[in-house]
């Protein structure tokens, strides 16, 4: 009874922070960058990227806070289930973790530091600009970052609700 609590609740949490992470990287970032760019602002992309830290920061904490979360549960709600399945679920999340405190603690930490040392918005900045390229680069891996905490967040959703729908996955 306590190990179907667990699951659910472990499978709501994913759950939230998935959809999230989705509505943010698909609908948020974007729209926020192309409403402040369509205002004709001079400094529309580091308006934008501004918000879009401080929401980031708020998924990030959260996927890493909540990954850890799940591990300890994981440890104990599993202990019935086959070696493997049991390992691949904490891999996922252990790749969850590790993957969302990169991005916040790590990326977005340097990103920022970039940004003021530019002490200009980065709008001003010109594209050949050491600094910005290195931006640039930091961006897209913290994008990739997200892009696989997102899955293997997915792969442990799956993995939890098979178990939840009592499919024969533990030991006879």
Do not use: C
């Not at 004709?40 to 708020?58: E, F, H, M, Q």
């Not at 996922?92 to 973790?97: E, K, Y």
């Not at 930490?109 to 001003?124: F, Y």
């Amino acid at each position: 009874m306590m190990e179907k609590f667990l699951r659910t609740i472990s499978l709501l949490l994913l759950g939230v922070w998935l959809g999230a992470a989705i509505f943010f990287g698909a609908a948020v970032a974007p729209n926020l960058f192309d409403v402040l760019r369509g205002a004709d602002l001079p400094n529309a992309n580091a308006l934008a990227g501004s918000i879009v830290t401080r929401l980031l920061a708020i998924i990030n904490r959260g996927g890493f806070e909540i990954s850890l979360l799940l591990l300890v549960i994981s440890f104990f709600a599993t202990r019935g289930v086959k070696p493997l399945l049991r390992f691949a679920e904490m891999i996922s999340l252990t790749i969850m973790a590790i993957m969302t405190a990169l991005g916040h603690w790590v990326i977005a930490a340097r990103m920022l530091a970039l940004r003021t040392a530019m002490q200009l918005p980065i709008d001003q900045i010109a594209p050949t600009d050491p600094r910005r390229a290195a931006f640039e680069n930091l961006h897209r891996y913290s994008v990739m970052m997200m892009g696989i905490a997102m899955v293997a967040a997915l792969a442990a959703f799956l993995m939890i609700a098979t178990r939840l729908r009592g499919k024969p996955d533990v030991r006879d």
